[in-house]
C-alpha cells in the first residue's frame, strides 16, 4: 500500500540567480526588482527543476522514506518527460502521471536575488479527470488550476471509500472559489495548511491574531488547522492546544519551496505517527533545509539527517501559545551543529 498520494499540478522551474543584472529598491515596505530595459544582461545561473505544491510534496515525503506516488498532468513534450524522470529518480511512483498529447507542461521563472524571489508563471488549461486509484494511507491535494473543482467528488468518494486521510493545502485557484466551494473538502481534512495570508483571505479577516485564525481555520471544517508565518515561525491548532515552532536558524540562500518543505515534513511525520509537536520539528527542519539550495527540492532533508539533527538539539521544540502571536524565541539557533 502506497502512504501517500499527492495531487495537484507541477511545473518545470527555471531558476535564474539575478546577481549584478538586477537591483532591488524597497520603500514603504514595498520592494522593486529593476533591470535595465531594452538591453543585454547577464545572469549568475540557470537551473532548470521540477516544481508545484503537489511534486514538492511527492519528492520531500519520498526522501524521507515513504511510499510515494503522484496524479498530475502535463504534456507530452520534453519538459513532461523531464519532469516524469525526475520524479523516477526520486523513488516516486509515476503511475497516475499523464502525458497528455496535444498539450504543453507548464512553466515558471524564477528570479532570485540575494535569498527571496518573484516568480513569472504560465498554467496551461486541464481537462482534469480523477482517476482510479489504489488504496493509500493519505492524501494530500493541492494546488491546481481552473476546472479542478469537478474533481472533488469522485476524490471524496475514494477517500470514503479507503479510509484514507487527507491533508489540503488549497491553491490560489482553490481559494479564489471561496470558502462555500471547499467546504466540503475542508469537513473531509485532517490538517489544512494555508499561510498567514491565504488564511486572511479564506476567512475574509485582517487580523493578525494567530490563536484566531488557526481556531477560525479549524472550524470550517479540519481536524486540525496549520498557519505558516515566514520567519516568525509556524502556528497550529489542533482541536485543543495552540502550537507554536519557532524557525531552525541556517543560511538563507533561496527560500522558493519553504512552505511546501514544512507541509510535507508536518504530513510525513503524521503518516509515521508522530504527535503534533514532532510535525512541527520536522516541517521546519525540512523547510530550514531546503532554503540552503537553490529551488523547492534540492536541499529536501532525509529522514537519517533529520532525526540527527533533532537528537542534537532537544530544546528544540514546538511550545504552547498564549496572546495573539509568539514576538519572542521565534528564532532558534542550535547549540550542536550538525553538518547539513
Avoid at 160 to 167: E, F, V
Amino acid at each position: 500500500m502506497l502512504d501517500l498520494i499527492s495531487i495537484g499540478d507541477v511545473t518545470e522551474d527555471v531558476f535564474v540567480g539575478v546577481g549584478k543584472a538586477g537591483k532591488v529598491e524597497c520603500k514603504n515596505n514595498r520592494c522593486l526588482l529593476e533591470f535595465s530595459f531594452p538591453t543585454k544582461l547577464a545572469i549568475n545561473t540557470v537551473d532548470k527543476l521540477i516544481g508545484g505544491n503537489a511534486g514538492n510534496m511527492a519528492i520531500g515525503s519520498s526522501r524521507l522514506g515513504l511510499k510515494s506516488a503522484l496524479y498530475a498532468e502535463v504534456g507530452n513534450d520534453t519538459q513532461g518527460i523531464r519532469l516524469r524522470k525526475s520524479l523516477k529518480d526520486n523513488k516516486v511512483s509515476t503511475k497516475y502521471f499523464y502525458l497528455k498529447k496535444g498539450e504543453k507542461t507548464n512553466y515558471s521563472v524564477v528570479l532570485y536575488y540575494k535569498g527571496d524571489r518573484t516568480i513569472l508563471v504560465h498554467h496551461e488549461e486541464r481537462a482534469y479527470k480523477f482517476p482510479r486509484m489504489e488504496k493509500a494511507r493519505w492524501v494530500y491535494l493541492t494546488s491546481m488550476g481552473h476546472g479542478s473543482e469537478r474533481i472533488f467528488p469522485p476524490l471524496l468518494r475514494y477517500l470514503k471509500k479507503t479510509k484514507a486521510r487527507l491533508g489540503f493545502n488549497p491553491g490560489t485557484h482553490q481559494l479564489n472559489l471561496g470558502l462555500a466551494k471547499i467546504k466540503k473538502m475542508l469537513e473531509r481534512s485532517d490538517v489544512v495548511f494555508l499561510n498567514t495570508e491565504e488564511t486572511q483571505k479564506l476567512l475574509m479577516t485582517k487580523k493578525r491574531d494567530f490563536r484566531y485564525l488557526t481556531r477560525k481555520l479549524q472550524e470550517t471544517g479540519p481536524k486540525m488547522a496549520v498557519v505558516s508565518d515566514g520567519p516568525n515561525g509556524a502556528y497550529c491548532f489542533d482541536g485543543e492546544n495552540y502550537w507554536h515552532c519557532p524557525i531552525y536558524d541556517t543560511p538563507l540562500y533561496e527560500r522558493t519551496g519553504a512552505g511546501d518543505a514544512f507541509s510535507t515534513g508536518f504530513l510525513s511525520a503524521l503518516i509515521y505517527g508522530k504527535n503534533v509537536q514532532d510535525a512541527m520539528k520536522w516541517g521546519t527542519l525540512n523547510s530550514a533545509s531546503v532554503i540552503q539550495k537553490v529551488g523547492p527540492q534540492n536541499g529536501l532533508i532525509k529522514v537519517s539527517l533529520l532525526r540527527k539533527i533533532i537528537k542534537a538539539n532537544p530544546k528544540f521544540m514546538a511550545k504552547r501559545f498564549s496572546g495573539k502571536e509568539v514576538t519572542r524565541g521565534n528564532l532558534y539557533k542550535p547549540k550542536k551543529y550538525v553538518k547539513w
